[in-house]
């Protein structure tokens, strides 16, 4: 097909996520045809540079002969088998290094295709295991705590332990309760605090909704480390910890959803690690196959799966599955993805990236228009504002965020925002260089919007 055509054909019916269709029928999106190494190439021939690890998941880049060749071996012998009544292969081998990987009490592994069914998963493991584990006439553990501002997904359940204001008024009316803690981040405090304070603030009602709680909770999710989707909001150091020690205080399972920070994007394999903490559900997916395929997991640890032990007639199975559960293309592309984090080094990498990323950012320190950088490996967000010193927001009609994302994408370079906070997501396996020319670019794009918009 014809460039043309292909784009009418878009705008006719292709229904794209998280759009509005009438903006991206006007806007002529590049369609991308073939990738190579870091860079996506349109049907126009014109390559960008993909500065967001095409919304973060790539890992290692595109077309990279190692995870093609273990596609292709797998493509050989089958791509699809089930797991419900069978094995396959692939999803024993990569239970196997999963196991060796991630912290030493998850040892159970369930597939699913994406972060949001792995965290549904999690929830619906966790209710189950409390009303098989508790008495029948206990109170019933059917409260979840989450985090302000969390992000976990789309479906219905990991929306209910979402914190996106703008989606929870949408579906309000289907979704279940949640305990909300508030998020330990100052940029966007309420007035009457300074920075310590706040904080204290924070960790004082984690304790004490914790303490009010308890007995209903049936989880506590939250994204360790970083929020992503709610624009890079950080946690301090030592609260993931704080977390762990309450939650475990009071029997509440922890789901940790590494969705989005796992596979090195903290600049450790997992972000849990960095506070020395163990989970109770492990949710990995995104960057799991490279990027290649879907695939999520949902780990989960002995004492947990106990209480899914029993005969036949105990019924106390795992009520949940899907059709594609643990495929095989999918398993060995993730198994392959791993093995190059070894071969490459990219942890040690990823060491040295985000160390240019802080050089880099330091440039943008005293920019009359950024609020805020916030930096943790290899995830950027700068908070982009009209006003520093009030921290006020430039107009929504404005859409900053979009028109740095235009005059970046102008110069060879693929990012999206989250509103006004660009993000800067490189995928852990691309070379210095090209690090260095998406902070060349992004740095240059925010100044000529500005400009724009201000003039
Ligand atoms: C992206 C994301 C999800 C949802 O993953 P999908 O594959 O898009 O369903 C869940 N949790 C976090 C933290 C994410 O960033």
């Not at 029948?136 to 996106?164: K, N, W």
């Not at 849990?272 to 490279?290: H, W």
Request: hydrophobic share 40%.
């Amino acid at each position: 097909m014809q460039p043309d055509e292909l784009r009418n054909i878009d705008n006719d019916h292709v229904w794209h996520p998280f759009t509005q269709m009438q903006g991206h029928r006007a806007e002529n999106v590049p369609i991308i045809e073939s990738g190579d190494g870091f860079f996506l190439i349109d049907t126009e021939g014109r390559s960008y540079l993909d500065g967001v690890s095409s919304l973060w998941c790539n890992v290692h880049g595109h077309r990279v002969p190692e995870l093609d060749q273990a596609i292709r071996d797998q493509l050989d012998r089958i791509a699809h088998s089930t797991l419900l009544g069978l094995a396959s292969v692939p999803s024993i081998e990569l239970a196997d290094e999963l196991v060796k990987r991630t912290p030493a009490d998850l040892t159970k592994v369930f597939y699913s295709d994406s972060g949001s069914t792995a965290v549904e998963i999690a929830l619906k493991m966790a209710f189950q295991y409390h009303s098989q584990k508790t008495p029948v006439e206990s109170q019933p553990r059917d409260l979840f705590a989450c985090m302000q501002h969390a992000y976990h997904g789309d479906t219905i359940g990991s929306v209910s332990v979402g914190g996106i204001s703008i989606f929870h008024q949408i579906f309000g009316k289907l979704l279940f309760e949640s305990v909300q803690i508030p998020c330990p981040t100052t940029y966007h405090r309420p007035e009457g605090y300074t920075e310590e304070s706040y904080l204290e603030f924070c960790f004082a009602e984690l304790e004490r909704l914790l303490a009010e709680h308890h007995q209903r909770l049936a989880a506590f999710v939250i994204e360790p480390l970083v929020q992503g989707a709610a624009g890079m909001l950080m946690h301090p150091p030592g609260y993931l910890k704080r977390v762990r020690e309450l939650t475990s205080q009071y029997g509440i399972p922890l789901i940790a959803d590494e969705v989005a920070v796992g596979l090195g994007r903290t600049g450790t394999m997992f972000a849990c690690e960095q506070e020395g903490v163990t989970p109770d559900f492990l949710c990995l997916a995104k960057g799991i196959t490279g990027g290649y395929l879907p695939l999520a997991v949902t780990m989960a640890t002995e004492e947990i799966a106990a209480a899914f032990e029993g005969a036949h007639t105990d019924y106390n199975a795992f009520y949940h599955g899907h059709t594609y559960t643990g495929n095989s293309l999918a398993c060995a592309a993730a198994l392959a993805t791993l093995k190059l984090f070894d071969e490459n080094r990219t942890l040690d990498h990823i060491r040295e990236t985000s160390e240019v990323l802080a050089k880099r950012l330091s440039e943008l320190e005293d920019h009359p228009h950024v609020g805020e950088i916030r930096h943790k490996g290899l995830m950027v967000g700068i908070e982009l504002v009209a006003n520093r010193e009030t921290r006020s927001a430039f107009p929504a009609e404005q859409r900053m965020g979009h028109q740095v994302t235009l005059a970046a994408r102008k110069n060879g370079v693929i990012v999206r925002p989250l509103g006004d906070v660009m993000i800067l997501m490189p995928a852990p396996g691309m070379p210095t260089e090209l690090i260095e020319q998406l902070c060349d670019t992004v740095f240059a794009a925010i100044d000529e919007a500005i400009q724009m918009q201000v003039a």
